[in-house]
């Protein structure tokens, strides 16, 4: 039986186990696919403090092999559900079940797409789910954002702060943001906002997105625009499906506090699948470091009553 085992190899999952495996706990960390989670797919990071510039590939890896080093064991396989036992948590797996004292739920996110084609080849190099993250490599040129929510209206505001100009394509009339977030888009000058409008086809020269072309819904016209960088702000899907029984979730995302305790105790959760406002790497792993060290606490305190 493991002191602690961590679903999701992630940012999160992985400094979890480095703080678990640095407290002298037995630790696994179970992967359904590479570790290393979203970040993985990022050319370049350039907001992860201490590092000027690194490609989120090599930084997963280098997350990786710290946590091996320090003698977390790494299973590859999808966790698929989480019980109760009397002494612990059972993990079940595709062909396998593991026993554990505690569990850390770091089972993150995934961006919701568009659906064009070429939309994955260009995921990096001219298409981004995150303004934050790839906003920088932007500066002076001309974008888009889709989406109507909060998020899609903030990153078109943050984006106009260095971008030369960002149009805002939504799908229909009337946006869900807030008021205010849509009043403060409004009123940015280098800030147009296209209603009705959907992107139907992305447009390619050598390779590197040039422009997209839109469908509006009402006047049935297409209409070109020439940018450098697409924004998807269209949504994120919580990877939290298989545990939604075991713990309380809202629209997916683990309930869970700054402690990343969930309603039950022993399981805790980390990273972008806990519900929070900010999702990054720094938060990600601050979660992942949280949860570590709240399970070795509830280890140790458990250890002291049965000494
Ligand atoms: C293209 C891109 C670029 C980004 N760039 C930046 C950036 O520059 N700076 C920044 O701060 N942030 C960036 N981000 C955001 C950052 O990557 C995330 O905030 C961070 O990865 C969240 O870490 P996490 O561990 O919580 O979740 P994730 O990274 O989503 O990892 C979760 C892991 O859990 C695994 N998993 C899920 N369910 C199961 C299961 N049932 N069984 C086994 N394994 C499971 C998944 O396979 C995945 O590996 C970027 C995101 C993307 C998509």
Redesign the pocket.
């Given at each position: 039986m493991y002191d602690i085992l961590i679903?999701?190899?992630?940012?999160?999952?992985?400094t979890a186990a480095i703080y678990a495996a640095r407290a002298g706990k037995t630790v696994a960390v179970?992967?359904?696919?590479?570790?290393?989670?979203?970040?993985v797919?990022?050319p370049?990071?350039?907001?992860?403090p201490g590092i000027l510039s690194i490609s989120?590939a090599e930084l997963a890896q280098k997350m990786t092999e710290q946590a091996k080093l320090l003698g977390a064991e790494f299973l590859f396989?999808?966790?698929?559900g989480l019980s109760k036992t009397q002494d612990g948590f059972l993990v079940s797996c595709a062909d396998d079940a593991l026993e554990a004292k505690t569990v850390i739920l770091?089972?993150?996110?995934?961006?919701r797409k568009l659906g064009l084609s070429q939309e994955d080849t260009l995921?990096?190099c001219g298409i981004?789910?995150?303004a934050?993250?790839?906003g920088a490599f932007y500066e002076g040129a001309d974008v888009a954002v889709v989406g109507g929510g909060d998020t899609a209206l903030q990153d078109a505001l943050f984006l106009a702060n260095t971008c030369r100009s960002v149009t805002l394509i939504h799908r229909r009339d009337t946006f869900r943001a807030s008021a205010q977030l849509v009043r403060r888009a409004q009123a940015q000058e280098n800030i147009r906002i296209l209603r009705n409008c959907t992107v139907q086809k992305l447009l390619l020269s050598d390779d590197s997105l040039q422009g997209a072309e839109l469908l509006n819904s009402k006047t049935g016209e297409t209409e070109r625009i020439y940018i450098e960088g697409l924004f998807v702000a269209v949504g994120q899907m919580p990877?939290s499906a298989?545990f939604q029984d075991a713990v309380a979730t809202e629209n997916g995302y683990y309930l869970a506090g700054e402690d990343t305790k969930t309603c039950l105790p022993g399981i805790f959760a980390?990273?972008?699948?806990r519900k929070k406002q900010v999702?990054?790497?720094?938060?990600?792993v601050s979660?992942?470091a949280a949860a570590a060290l709240a399970a070795c606490r509830l280890l140790d305190a458990q250890q002291g009553i049965s000494e």
């Open positions: 679903i999701g190899g992630g940012p999160a999952g992985l179970l992967e359904r696919e590479t570790p290393g989670g979203q970040i797919s990022a370049l990071v350039e907001n992860y989120g396989t999808e966790a698929a770091a089972t993150g996110a995934s961006h995921t990096g981004s789910y995150c934050v993250c790839d990877q298989p980390a990273g972008d699948g999702r990054q790497l720094t938060t990600a979660d992942g």
